[in-house]
């Protein structure tokens, strides 16, 4: 299995423009969470999804972020317009409903907004 | 909203020494997991816990769940380098499912040769 899969690795991008992170996660899980992470604040929950449909967004800072999960095996993030401040780790997670709910993190975009 | 604490933040230990951290929640917990996350790397799924007054051992690790289901700690026994990383602790609300977590800020260990 080749694990959540997250692209890209490095985004570097100037401030106001359009930023899509994407995630694929491990086949067959139902849950997909957004995290970010930054020093100041560690791992914050962005939202997550169930069966593709959002089920709690609350942790989405603003109106420029908004999530999508089309299908089951792929999830976006997107930031539009970007800000500085937005620079983080952006990591993708998902998990199985039934037995240990053991979280599998994908690899991280690390976001870069000049 | 739950918020979970952890402390330290940072720990430097000489190799062969032990180490602890702490994990709070303001709330009662129906489980705590703990995660490591090795520089430049991504959080690792350690352990869960669900019972109160729970211990569980990984060779060198032992994992408690407070009585009351509202702290947990992690404890390495002799360190070593392959230790060195940051320990995230996350806890499920009562009552609130096991699908959203709250992680800890973390402490980051290092490991002195």
């Known amino acids: 299995d080749a694990g959540v899969i997250q692209s890209p690795r490095h985004e570097v991008t100037e401030m106001g423009q359009e930023v899509t992170l994407r995630c694929k996660p491990i086949s067959g899980h139902d849950y997909l969470f957004w995290y970010r992470q930054t020093m100041m604040r560690g791992l914050e929950l962005l939202i997550y999804f169930n069966n593709n449909v959002p089920i709690d967004d609350s942790g989405m800072p603003e109106d420029r972020f908004s999530a999508k999960m089309p299908n089951a095996s792929f999830s976006t993030l997107k930031i539009q317009p970007s800000e500085p401040r937005d620079s983080a780790v952006y990591f993708c997670?998902?998990?199985?409903?039934?037995?240990?709910?053991?979280?599998?993190f994908g690899p991280g975009t690390r976001l870069t907004v000049l | 909203g739950q918020q979970v604490m952890q402390i330290p933040q940072y720990q430097h230990v000489q190799e062969g020494e032990d180490f602890t951290t702490y994990c709070n929640s303001s709330?009662?917990?129906?489980?705590i997991q703990w995660y490591k996350q090795r520089p430049g790397g991504h959080p690792v799924f350690l352990i869960q816990?669900?019972?109160s007054g729970e211990v569980k051992k990984q060779k060198r690790l032992t994992f408690q769940f407070g009585e009351a289901k509202k702290n947990s700690s992690l404890h390495i026994t002799a360190t070593q380098t392959t230790d060195v990383g940051t320990y995230f602790c996350?806890?499920?609300?009562w009552g609130g499912g096991y699908q959203k977590v709250t992680f800890g800020i973390g402490t980051k260990l290092q490991v002195i040769p």
């Open positions: 816990l669900v019972k």
């Open positions: 996350a806890g499920s609300p």
């Open positions: 709330t009662t917990l129906s489980n």
């Open positions: 997670a998902s998990r199985i409903t039934w037995g240990y709910n053991e979280q599998f």
